[in-house]
DNA sequence: CTGCAATTGAAAATGGTTATCAAAATCATC
DNA sequence: GATGATTTTGATAACCATTTTCAATTGCAG
């Protein structure tokens, strides 16, 4: 049983939830993927192996699998919902290319420090916030034609 | 004529679309509202007015605004649309309050600066960006109950 | 085991947004 | 002004990601 899916027993147990065999699939094709995955890709990629989870499950464990900590919805700019595994570590931003979806993290202590210098200056209490770069990775700089996004 | 509707009126000049009794309305009640509108609330408040101009006209007139370098279209997390007025001030980000949904707007020289230096460590082209706080404004620290977003 | 609450899957519903299309309006040209 | 090609409009249907519904199934405490 790897940590996951671990981390997922247990928040079950303390919330009155059900294990499942579904859940458990989800969740390890989730983290197995390793990459942000819309609900449609990951539903995709678990009908490769198992034909018997439903659409709405996936929806609805992704939405529980967030809950629990152990995934993080980000909404870019093409409207689609895509999550990703993270089970515990720090906030970070994306660099996100629009010819060809790639999603780069990063982390800048000295951005978030300002953040907060800006939301004190409003009196505004933060609570969470988002910092997307759109653009073009490297890879697509030399590249022609339109844009994805 | 205000400097917006000129403005409108030279775009579609030059893009050969023609003026009509509805882009001219949209476009005022648009900049009279001085905020962050949807689609649907912008529709609302016409109507009041102008019961003669549809939902779709509202919808491809934003579109249009946008297009012209008018409105600024802004996707925050409540997955709802919303246009703002901006002939074409500088760039800014939001302070968006999660109660009562109020949107402050905010410029940081210093963080845009940080931004092109991640970017550029990460050798990403950056065409756009997006910096959004979410949290609690002044008036809604004070207050109890739910958050709206 | 048993029983009941939680969960599932398939399909329908939802809600914001966009496409369709016939009728109406715009505007360059006469 | 009138004409006519072209654009725009409004009502409605379509779209599409996501959520809800609900009967059947499953998990699990007792």
Chains 1, 2 share one sequence.
Do not use: P, W
Request: hydrophobic residues 35%.
């Amino acid at each position: 049983m790897h940590k996951a899916t671990e981390q997922l027993s247990v928040y079950l147990a303390g919330q009155g939830l059900k294990s499942t065999r579904q859940r458990d699939r989800i969740l390890d094709v989730f983290v197995s993927a390793g990459r942000h995955l819309s609900a449609e890709e990951l539903y995709l990629l678990i009908r490769k192996t198992d034909r018997r989870i439903g659409y709405a499950t996936v929806y609805r464990t992704l939405k529980l699998l967030a809950g629990a900590g152990l995934a993080h919805e980000r909404r870019f700019e093409d409207g689609i919902t895509r999550f990703e595994y993270d089970a515990a570590e720090g906030h970070h931003d994306h660099l996100i290319c629009t010819r060809c979806g790639r999603i780069i993290e990063f982390e800048n202590e000295q951005i978030e420090d300002l953040q907060l210098r800006v939301a004190k200056k409003n009196r505004f209490q933060v609570q969470t916030h988002k910092l997307e770069l759109y653009g073009l990775c490297e890879g697509c700089q030399s590249k022609k034609g339109k844009t994805e996004l």
